[in-house]
T-cell receptor, first 114, second 113 residues
Framework: SQTIHQWPATLVQPVGSPLSLECTVE??????LYWYRQAAGRGLQLLFY??????ISSEVPQNLSASRPQDRQFILSSKKLLLSDSGFYLC?????????????FGPGTRLTVT | GDSVTQMEGPVTLSEEAFLTINCTYTATGYPSLFWYVQYPGEGLQLLLK?????DKGSNKGFEATYRKETTSFHLEKGSVQVSDSAVYFCARRSGAGSYQLTFGKGTKLSVIP
């Protein structure tokens, strides 16, 4: 069966510090991968998605970036965090080229920028 | 563009009450439709789905029927439990050829004993 991991689970970082969040998927090949952000009490905002190694599409211009160095690894980064980057970050995967396109989410990373 | 509109809540119900959370979508083609549930501090879990008109998705006592004529996918449960307290998100495939999902803003459900 497929599983998705995210780490760390929680993170407290000062403004201006760098960020690296990691997501890995097991039990599937060539997944589509997604990064979402969820601000407190609000809905989901798609940040990045990837349909293959090295292929990243950005949905929202900001000081975050994403990379996919391996087929089942997706990394969210920032060189300098802002207070507004605080939130709950969710990674998700979906199987490419299937009929229903459902996405499966990881447990999330709670980021607090102080 | 493609969008999903769901009742914002919060919704507070007593245990064993009937639940309906309304969801409508923009009628661009016949997208796959989904309901997700998010328990406090966790990621989203796929609750149920429907891929074509008149399909009924069901899971854990929850049901939703794909209504093409009303472009709706309302979530229902006959008897809610305290453990159903969570945020529920309706979603649709974003468009033909897209791998993305468009989510509603979520509805927070609180069930009191």
């Amino acid at each position: 069966s497929q599983t998705i991991h995210q780490w760390p689970a929680t993170l407290v970082q000062p403004v201006g510090s760098p960020l690296s969040l990691e997501c890995t998927v097991e039990g599937t090949s060539n997944p589509n991968l997604y990064w979402y952000r969820q601000a407190a009490g609000r809905g989901l905002q798609l940040l990045f998605y990837s349909v293959g190694i090295g292929q990243i599409s950005s949905e929202v211009p900001q000081n975050l970036s994403a990379s996919r160095p391996q087929d089942r690894q997706f990394i969210l980064s920032s060189k300098k965090l802002l207070l507004s980057d605080s939130g709950f970050y969710l990674c998700a995967w979906s199987a490419g080229r299937t009929g229903s396109y459902e996405q499966y989410f990881g447990p999330g990373t709670r980021l607090t920028v102080t | 563009g493609d969008s999903v509109t769901q009742m914002e809540g919060p919704v507070t119900l007593s245990e064993e009450a009937f639940l309906t959370i309304n969801c409508t979508y923009t009628a661009t083609g016949y997208p796959s439709l989904f309901w997700y549930v998010q328990y406090p501090g966790e990621g989203l879990q796929l609750l149920l789905k429907a891929t074509k008109a008149d399909d009924k998705g069901s899971n854990k006592g929850f049901e939703a029927t794909y209504r093409k004529e009303t472009t709706s996918f309302h979530l229902e449960k006959g008897s809610v439990q305290v453990s159903d307290s969570a945020v529920y998100f309706c979603a649709r495939r974003s468009g033909a050829g897209s791998y993305q999902l468009t989510f509603g803003k979520g509805t927070k459900l609180s069930v009191i004993p």
